[in-house]
Protein backbone atom coordinates (compact mmCIF):
# COMPACT_ATOMS: atom_id res chain seq x y z
CA UNK A 1 0.00 0.00 0.00
CA UNK A 2 1.26 3.57 -0.95
CA UNK A 3 2.21 5.77 2.27
CA UNK A 4 0.86 9.21 0.55
CA UNK A 5 -2.38 8.33 -1.01
CA UNK A 6 -4.85 11.35 -2.47
CA UNK A 7 -8.11 10.72 -3.44
CA UNK A 8 -9.26 11.91 -6.16
CA UNK A 9 -7.39 11.25 -8.34
CA UNK A 10 -8.67 12.92 -11.07
CA UNK A 11 -11.66 15.42 -11.01
CA UNK A 12 -13.64 17.70 -13.18
CA UNK A 13 -15.34 20.13 -11.93
CA UNK A 14 -17.22 23.55 -12.81
CA UNK A 15 -16.44 27.28 -12.13
CA UNK A 16 -17.85 28.23 -8.83
CA UNK A 17 -17.94 24.81 -7.17
CA UNK A 18 -16.98 24.05 -3.94
CA UNK A 19 -14.00 21.20 -4.01
CA UNK A 20 -12.48 19.08 -1.39
CA UNK A 21 -9.00 17.21 -2.38
CA UNK A 22 -7.48 14.36 0.39
CA UNK A 23 -4.79 13.25 1.61
CA UNK A 24 -4.24 10.49 3.65
CA UNK A 25 -0.56 9.14 4.55
CA UNK A 26 0.29 5.82 7.13
CA UNK A 27 4.16 7.02 7.64
CA UNK A 28 3.32 8.59 10.76
CA UNK A 29 4.40 11.90 10.04
CA UNK A 30 3.73 15.07 11.86
CA UNK A 31 4.62 17.45 8.78
CA UNK A 32 2.15 17.83 5.54
CA UNK A 33 1.88 19.79 2.77
CA UNK A 34 -0.04 21.08 -0.16
CA UNK A 35 1.81 21.93 -3.24
CA UNK A 36 0.50 22.78 -7.17
CA UNK A 37 1.93 21.62 -10.44
CA UNK A 38 1.62 24.05 -12.95
CA UNK A 39 3.82 23.52 -16.42
CA UNK A 40 7.15 25.92 -16.64
CA UNK A 41 6.25 26.64 -12.96
CA UNK A 42 7.73 23.85 -11.03
CA UNK A 43 5.60 22.97 -7.40
CA UNK A 44 4.56 26.11 -5.76
CA UNK A 45 3.83 25.71 -1.95
CA UNK A 46 -0.29 26.21 -1.01
CA UNK A 47 -0.22 24.98 2.63
CA UNK A 48 1.58 23.12 5.19
CA UNK A 49 0.60 21.86 8.49
CA UNK A 50 3.96 20.74 11.72
CA UNK A 51 1.29 19.53 13.51
CA UNK A 52 -2.47 18.76 14.22
CA UNK A 53 -3.01 22.28 15.94
CA UNK A 54 -0.57 24.06 13.29
CA UNK A 55 -1.87 25.39 9.25
CA UNK A 56 0.34 27.68 8.18
CA UNK A 57 0.07 29.44 4.66
CA UNK A 58 2.41 29.27 1.60
CA UNK A 59 3.01 30.73 -1.29
CA UNK A 60 -0.32 31.00 -2.67
CA UNK A 61 -2.87 30.45 -0.66
CA UNK A 62 -5.27 32.72 -1.80
CA UNK A 63 -8.58 30.67 -2.76
CA UNK A 64 -7.62 27.38 -0.90
CA UNK A 65 -8.21 26.18 2.93
CA UNK A 66 -7.11 23.29 4.96
CA UNK A 67 -8.20 21.43 7.30
CA UNK A 68 -6.01 18.71 9.66
CA UNK A 69 -8.02 16.59 10.37
CA UNK A 70 -5.72 14.11 12.33
CA UNK A 71 -2.49 13.66 12.05
CA UNK A 72 -2.77 11.74 9.18
CA UNK A 73 -5.27 13.63 7.21
CA UNK A 74 -4.85 16.56 5.60
CA UNK A 75 -7.48 17.95 3.36
CA UNK A 76 -7.33 21.02 0.87
CA UNK A 77 -10.53 22.91 -0.09
CA UNK A 78 -11.20 25.27 -3.43
CA UNK A 79 -14.29 26.92 -1.91
CA UNK A 80 -15.19 28.54 -5.24
CA UNK A 81 -13.33 26.81 -8.12
CA UNK A 82 -11.81 28.89 -10.91
CA UNK A 83 -10.58 28.04 -14.15
CA UNK A 84 -7.19 29.13 -12.82
CA UNK A 85 -6.95 26.63 -10.45
CA UNK A 86 -6.52 24.00 -13.11
CA UNK A 87 -3.56 22.23 -12.25
CA UNK A 88 -1.86 18.71 -10.60
CA UNK A 89 -2.33 18.91 -6.98
CA UNK A 90 0.39 16.82 -4.41
CA UNK A 91 0.33 16.31 -1.28
CA UNK A 92 3.57 15.58 0.70
CA UNK A 93 4.71 14.42 4.09
CA UNK A 94 7.75 14.86 6.25
CA UNK A 95 9.00 13.74 9.63
CA UNK A 96 10.56 16.47 11.59
CA UNK A 97 13.22 14.83 13.43
CA UNK A 98 17.05 14.22 11.44
CA UNK A 99 17.48 15.28 8.26
CA UNK A 100 13.79 15.68 6.54
CA UNK A 101 12.84 14.91 3.38
CA UNK A 102 9.50 14.96 1.66
CA UNK A 103 7.26 12.17 0.46
CA UNK A 104 4.95 12.68 -2.32
CA UNK A 105 1.53 11.39 -3.30
CA UNK A 106 0.98 10.10 -6.74
CA UNK A 107 -1.01 13.76 -7.05
CA UNK A 108 -4.89 14.95 -7.74
CA UNK A 109 -5.06 16.50 -11.37
CA UNK A 110 -8.26 18.88 -11.39
CA UNK A 111 -9.67 20.81 -14.21
CA UNK A 112 -12.28 23.56 -13.60
CA UNK A 113 -13.99 24.36 -16.41
CA UNK B 1 14.99 34.28 1.17
CA UNK B 2 15.62 30.98 -0.44
CA UNK B 3 15.01 29.91 -4.53
CA UNK B 4 16.26 27.95 -7.06
CA UNK B 5 16.82 28.61 -10.49
CA UNK B 6 17.27 25.11 -13.38
CA UNK B 7 18.82 26.29 -16.13
CA UNK B 8 17.12 24.34 -19.52
CA UNK B 9 14.05 23.53 -19.02
CA UNK B 10 14.27 20.62 -21.34
CA UNK B 11 17.46 18.51 -22.04
CA UNK B 12 18.28 15.88 -24.70
CA UNK B 13 21.21 13.44 -24.48
CA UNK B 14 21.99 10.16 -26.12
CA UNK B 15 21.57 6.71 -24.50
CA UNK B 16 25.33 6.50 -23.39
CA UNK B 17 25.78 10.57 -22.62
CA UNK B 18 26.46 12.09 -20.47
CA UNK B 19 23.64 13.78 -18.15
CA UNK B 20 24.09 17.13 -16.47
CA UNK B 21 20.98 18.68 -15.04
CA UNK B 22 21.72 22.55 -13.52
CA UNK B 23 20.36 23.49 -10.60
CA UNK B 24 21.71 27.33 -8.52
CA UNK B 25 20.46 27.91 -5.00
CA UNK B 26 20.05 31.00 -2.93
CA UNK B 27 19.89 30.72 0.62
CA UNK B 28 20.93 32.92 3.72
CA UNK B 29 22.23 30.00 5.78
CA UNK B 30 23.55 26.72 4.98
CA UNK B 31 20.58 24.88 3.09
CA UNK B 32 19.59 21.90 2.44
CA UNK B 33 19.38 20.34 -1.31
CA UNK B 34 17.54 17.39 -2.88
CA UNK B 35 16.52 16.67 -6.56
CA UNK B 36 13.60 14.77 -6.94
CA UNK B 37 12.30 12.85 -9.99
CA UNK B 38 9.18 13.02 -11.67
CA UNK B 39 7.91 9.52 -13.85
CA UNK B 40 4.93 10.32 -16.22
CA UNK B 41 1.34 10.56 -13.90
CA UNK B 42 3.55 10.01 -10.70
CA UNK B 43 4.59 11.91 -7.71
CA UNK B 44 8.38 12.54 -7.18
CA UNK B 45 11.06 10.69 -5.59
CA UNK B 46 13.76 11.69 -4.37
CA UNK B 47 17.07 10.97 -6.19
CA UNK B 48 19.71 12.51 -3.00
CA UNK B 49 20.01 14.94 -1.11
CA UNK B 50 22.88 17.08 0.31
CA UNK B 51 22.72 17.76 3.74
CA UNK B 52 25.88 19.19 4.61
CA UNK B 53 28.35 16.03 4.99
CA UNK B 54 29.89 15.24 2.10
CA UNK B 55 30.01 17.71 -1.32
CA UNK B 56 29.48 14.73 -3.63
CA UNK B 57 26.26 12.86 -3.07
CA UNK B 58 25.27 9.93 -4.90
CA UNK B 59 21.42 8.70 -5.34
CA UNK B 60 19.52 6.33 -6.82
CA UNK B 61 19.67 4.71 -10.27
CA UNK B 62 23.28 6.37 -10.37
CA UNK B 63 22.87 9.40 -10.20
CA UNK B 64 24.77 12.14 -8.05
CA UNK B 65 25.34 15.51 -7.23
CA UNK B 66 27.88 18.24 -6.03
CA UNK B 67 27.71 21.17 -4.12
CA UNK B 68 30.12 23.96 -4.59
CA UNK B 69 29.24 26.49 -2.11
CA UNK B 70 31.46 29.14 -4.22
CA UNK B 71 29.17 28.43 -7.47
CA UNK B 72 25.69 28.16 -5.37
CA UNK B 73 25.39 25.48 -7.45
CA UNK B 74 24.40 21.84 -7.35
CA UNK B 75 24.06 20.33 -10.29
CA UNK B 76 22.90 16.72 -11.00
CA UNK B 77 24.90 14.49 -13.28
CA UNK B 78 24.63 10.58 -14.66
CA UNK B 79 28.12 9.35 -16.74
CA UNK B 80 25.68 7.53 -19.02
CA UNK B 81 22.21 7.68 -19.91
CA UNK B 82 19.90 5.07 -20.09
CA UNK B 83 16.02 5.27 -21.75
CA UNK B 84 14.74 4.79 -18.31
CA UNK B 85 15.86 8.34 -17.23
CA UNK B 86 13.58 10.21 -19.52
CA UNK B 87 11.75 12.13 -16.79
CA UNK B 88 10.73 15.50 -15.40
CA UNK B 89 13.65 16.37 -11.98
CA UNK B 90 13.07 19.02 -10.12
CA UNK B 91 15.75 20.52 -7.82
CA UNK B 92 14.80 21.54 -4.33
CA UNK B 93 16.27 24.01 -1.27
CA UNK B 94 15.34 24.18 2.19
CA UNK B 95 16.41 25.68 5.25
CA UNK B 96 16.41 24.01 8.42
CA UNK B 97 14.11 21.55 6.61
CA UNK B 98 11.13 23.67 7.28
CA UNK B 99 10.05 24.83 3.90
CA UNK B 100 11.07 23.51 0.86
CA UNK B 101 11.45 25.77 -2.33
CA UNK B 102 11.52 23.83 -5.75
CA UNK B 103 12.93 25.22 -9.00
CA UNK B 104 10.46 24.85 -12.15
CA UNK B 105 11.97 21.66 -13.08
CA UNK B 106 14.01 20.01 -16.65
CA UNK B 107 12.68 17.81 -18.87
CA UNK B 108 15.12 14.99 -19.69
CA UNK B 109 14.98 13.10 -23.25
CA UNK B 110 17.10 10.37 -23.74
CA UNK B 111 17.44 9.69 -27.64
CA UNK B 112 17.98 6.51 -28.82
Known amino acids: DADVTQTPRNRITKTGKRIMLECSQTKGHDRMYWYRQDPGLGLRLIYYSFDVKDINKGEISDGYSVSRQAQAKFSLSLESAIPNQTALYFC????????????FGPGTRLTVL | AQSVTQLGSHVSVSEGALVLLRCNYSSSVPPYLFWYVQYPNQGLQLLLK??????LVKGINGFEAEFKKSETSFHLTKPSAHMSDAAEYFC??????????FGTGTSLTVIP
Open chain 2, 50 to 55: YTSAAT
Open chain 2, 92 to 101: AVSEAGNQFY
Open chain 1, 92 to 103: ATSDSAGIVKQY
